[in-house]
């Protein structure tokens, strides 16, 4: 293991040799750094690390005072990052690369000089109505060693600005826009300072102005997929959607309320099952609705898997001395369901959108089968629960639960997803 870790100490030795031949002397210097941690008896490595080190101090102590006489403070400091970066790596094993004399005070001055140049442009670009660049502006200024007065100040600049970028989007129709940037204003000093209370009151009006209203209409079965579904399964599978899929919708969808449109339909004599177009639009104009949601099941498969069959016996409870044989299956079922919905515009009666959603859901069952009456035979608890035929029932509503879930989430991921794409 020590030859290994010595083969593998030289290879990196080497490696950085032939690094610092190319002149990639950071990457040389990082090989060096290696080994030392490795070995830190290598006085080769350290000789290359401080030669190299040194050497990269120079050149990037250049580069940055280059920048400062160009006015590009914040190349500055990147070079002078990359010098305090270089040094606390070697000082790790025990390399101390030098600086000049000076070097704090150009330290300080150039991440002074940054922070000045930061500031300035931000606001120049904030008067020209440039959002976007003086945010980037006041968000680079707090990876800098700010005093709190200037933390202050950034802090101030980030939440007015958003707060303006805020009111723009709101004039421009842009509500989706309007709230985030309020919600970004409101986390600077939070919900209770003067900016927070500010960007509550615009992301109100967003919203009172951006949502989008949605009536969804009951669910039928397609004839074919009715021969097979589990009845009601299209019921279940719409209060699901409306109770615990669409019950906290994302900011700007408005899920109208199901006993409203329930109310509607009555009033309007609107039978349960399929849904005409024009019927749908005629139910969204009577709910005031943006848009109206109708949606079918259109198939449903059940694929049970080969069945494992294991012979057991049990002795009978009258006499124990005798046992009978009974058979016990072990078997997968795989339920695959599709679903079809379509967006409508209740002004034109139009279909915007159609969208085919799909889902699966498998489980294991376990059953036993007896050709006399079950309950002669002496079972432990487990052994008669695989008889027990309401179990079996059960088992199978628990699948079918599963999938009518996930059918409901992933509908309702879609149907969020499309009206969000006509809010701004």
Known sequence: MALAGCVSTEKRYKKGQELESKGRLEEAAQRYIAVLAKEPGREDARQRLTEVGTQLVDDYLRQARADEADGLYENAVGAINRIDSLRGRTSQVGVTLEVPDDYEKFRRDM?????????????????????????????????????????????????????????????????RAAFGHAQGAIEVFGPESRTGVEGLAIQKAALNAGTRTVAVLPFWVEPGAGETAPRQMESKLYDTLLYEHMDAPPPFVGPIDRGAIHREMTRLRVRSGQIPGRTAAMLGMALNADFVVVGWLESYLQEDGVPEETARKAPLRRDRSKSAAYTEKKYAVKLTGEMVYQLLDPVSGRVIDERTVTASASGQFRRAYYEGDYTTLDLSRDERALFDREGWLRAEEELQAGLVDKLAERTAATIFERVLRYVK
């Open 111 to 175: 991440m002074n000089a940054a922070v000045a140049s930061l500031f300035r442009q931000g606001e120049e670009l904030e008067k020209a109505g440039n959002w976007s660049g003086a945010f980037q502006c006041y968000e680079r200024l707090l990876s800098y060693p700010l005093e709190p007065a200037e933390r202050t100040r950034v802090d101030e600049a980030r939440a007015r600005l958003l707060l303006r970028w805020a009111e723009q989007d709101m004039a421009t129709g842009s509500f």
